[in-house]
Nanobody
């Protein structure tokens, strides 16, 4: 069973930065696509960024140029560096691990609040 533990959320002023981390248990991490998603109050969960096992990345237009996803397979950890944060980035951020056979595992989420 895969377990994902996110950390790094918090309260920051607009224009500030945060780095989220998500550490996975198990031996599937290095062959899995990892992703960050977010859900604001009253809204659907949305994709923020993904990174494949080979390091290819994809991100939402709303965060391009501000957020960077990366991974360290030796530490079973995926990161989300968030710069130039805006109040509209306020949400619960979730880590997702997608196995090669299509099973998705989710973390418990970490709150990011950006004040104006």
């Amino acid at each position: 069973q895969v377990q994902l533990v996110e950390s790094g959320g918090g309260l920051v002023q607009a224009g500030g930065s945060l780095r989220l981390s998500c550490t996975a248990s198990g031996r599937l991490f290095s062959i899995s696509t990892m992703g960050w998603y977010r859900q604001a109050p009253g809204k659907q969960r949305e994709l923020v960024a993904t990174i494949t096992s080979g390091g290819l990345t994809n991100s939402a237009d709303s965060v391009k140029g501000r957020f960077t996803i990366s991974r360290d397979n030796g530490k079973n950890t995926v990161y989300l560096q968030m710069n130039s944060l805006k109040p509209e980035d306020t949400a619960v951020y979730y880590c997702k691990q997608l196995s090669t056979w299509g099973t998705a595992y989710w973390g418990q989420g970490t709150q990011v609040t950006v004040s104006s």
